[in-house]
């Protein structure tokens, strides 16, 4: 009767979403645009108002969606930040605001490229903000759309619980910040800096990991190890489909003529390049890491099968004389050296003692041993 093998004893070591499922990677290569995803709609939906000057910020939690249009007139700059995106309210929105329906559809949809378009008099961008899930060990990506029009600037994320723009709601509370001194295409930079900036934070925590993995891998490879390879490539191209094309965006923010951008805060734009041009050439090295760290995995499998197959040799080598000196005093033969003897029988047994220690002697010297 063949024992039952509970597999849970073995599964809780290992990773199960990267080495015995296609769920994560499913998740990666799902991204098809010729494919109409139907966004649901968020059970609850906040709405958060600024409106700021150099003099004075005035602050609107938890409005409701009737109140924007009360805000759209106002002196100064208007932020409206909504998190949760519901359908028909995010139509009624951008119509308020004169948004082209082509940018309504963007906000709206699923898995969007990053990128940035100017429409209609409205510059529109949309990337992903990262966070790194320490329980799944996993990297999530949360789609953010930015309008930025006319002394306002309107921001849409799925998520109503974490955000990086915290940030920015302090500095606004103070006189002396440069967001209230500028106009509103500096906030547009705020936001998109904080973002890339999270990156940064996102990358640390893999670079952690790939860290423990190096050392694991170095001192005791197992299946574990693999698994831990696979996931990091996995998580890696998360990474760096969100982390290149955001280099792109920016470029087009710095090469962009439009009026809503101030000549004097194109400079900052510039610095937010450089970040996001490093963050993907640190990218870059982390796979190639990974790929390092996946060669010393294989280096280390085919040094262990190396190691067996010698001791396996040495054994059969030691075992080799005792089996042909067995086998010749087992042949049926009349006269056999020996066989008469009273001792030899002792005499045999240490022929095939005293021969394989002389054969382990003779490996040592040669370095087999």
Not at 69 to 89: A, E, P, Q, R, V
């Amino acid at each position: 009767m063949k024992q039952r093998i509970n597999k849970e004893q073995y599964l809780r070591y290992l990773p199960l979403a990267s080495l015995f499922t296609t769920k994560r990677t499913r998740e990666i290569l799902s991204v098809n645009p010729t494919i109409d995803n139907e966004r649901k709609d968020a059970e609850n939906s906040v709405i958060t108002i600024y409106n700021y000057n150099s003099d004075q910020v005035e602050e609107k939690k938890e409005a409701d969606f009737q109140e924007i249009n009360n805000w759209k007139n106002k002196t100064g700059i208007t932020w409206i930040n909504i998190d949760g995106l519901k359908k028909s309210d995010i139509e009624a929105v951008c119509a308020s605001f004169s948004v082209h329906y082509l940018i309504t559809e963007d906000i709206l949809s699923i898995g969007q490229r990053p990128k940035a378009d100017e429409t209609e008099g409205v510059l529109y961008c949309l990337l992903n903000m990262l966070y790194y899930n320490d329980a799944k060990h996993q990297v999530e990506a949360e789609q953010i759309s930015i309008v930025l029009g006319n002394n306002f600037l309107i921001s849409f994320q799925e998520d109503a619980i974490r955000d990086v723009f915290n940030p920015i709601r302090t500095r606004l509370k103070s006189s002396r910040s440069q967001i209230r001194q500028r106009p509103a295409d500096y906030l547009l930079y705020s936001m998109i800096d904080l973002i890339v900036d999270n990156y940064f934070v996102v990358m640390e925590k893999l670079g952690e990991e790939i860290e423990l993995l190096e050392e694991e891998v170095t001192r005791r490879s197992n299946k574990r190890s693999l698994a831990k390879i696979n996931q990091l490539r996995k998580e890696l191209i998360v990474l760096k489909r969100n982390i290149g094309p955001v280099r792109d965006l920016v470029s087009s923010i710095i090469r962009s003529e439009s009026e809503l951008l101030d000549d004097k805060t194109v400079k900052y734009f510039k610095d937010v390049h450089d970040h996001i041009s490093q963050a993907y050439d640190l990218s870059d090295n982390y796979r190639d890491v990974i790929m390092t760290i996946q060669d010393l995995y294989l280096s280390n499998v085919n040094l262990k099968m190396n190691e067996a197959m010698k001791i396996m040799a040495v054994v059969t080598s030691l075992l080799a004389p005792a089996t042909v000196i067995g086998g010749i005093f087992g042949m049926n033969f009349k006269i056999i050296p020996l066989a008469e003897n009273q001792n030899g029988f002792f005499i045999t047994i240490a022929i095939m003692i005293i021969i394989p220690l002389l054969m382990i002697s003779w490996f040592r010297r040669k370095g087999l041993l």
